[in-house]
Nanobody
Framework: QVQLEESGGGLVQAGGSLRLSCTAS????????MGWLRQAPGKGREFVTE????????YYADSVKGRFTISRDNAKNTVYLQMNSLEPEDTAVYYC?????????????????WGQGTQVTVSS
């Protein structure tokens, strides 16, 4: 059984930064791709970024490219999301998720395990 727990959300002014963390527990979690997805009020869940198990390849949604950075520390079973130059449009609940697929995915329904989510609010 895999469990994911996010932390680091909060309230920040536009232009500010936040760092989210996701700690995973369970068998062989370091062997799988990990992603961050988000859900804004009244909208569906959307892909933000993903990192392969080795950390060698990352993928980003166009809306966050150049502002967000994903990284992972497999020794700690932890994935990080550094968010800079935050905009009010980034306001959402951010979820850490794990995919057991061999190929990367941007589709929320192809992630197999999810954390509870952490709220990020960016004020203008």
């Amino acid at each position: 059984q895999v469990q994911l727990e996010e932390s680091g959300g909060g309230l920040v002014q536009a232009g500010g930064s936040l760092r989210l963390s996701c700690t995973a527990s369970g068998r062989l979690v370091s062997r799988y791709s990990m992603g961050w997805l988000r859900q804004a009020p009244g909208k569906g869940r959307e892909f933000v970024t993903e990192i392969t198990w080795s950390g060698g390849t990352t993928y980003y949604a166009d809306s966050v490219k150049g502002r967000f950075t994903i990284s992972r520390d497999n020794a700690k079973n932890t994935v990080y999301l550094q968010m800079n130059s935050l905009e009010p449009e980034d306001t959402a609940v951010y979820y850490c998720a794990l995919s057991v697929r061999v190929t990367p995915t941007r589709l929320p329904n192809e992630y197999d395990y999810w954390g509870q989510g952490t709220q990020v609010t960016v004020s203008s």
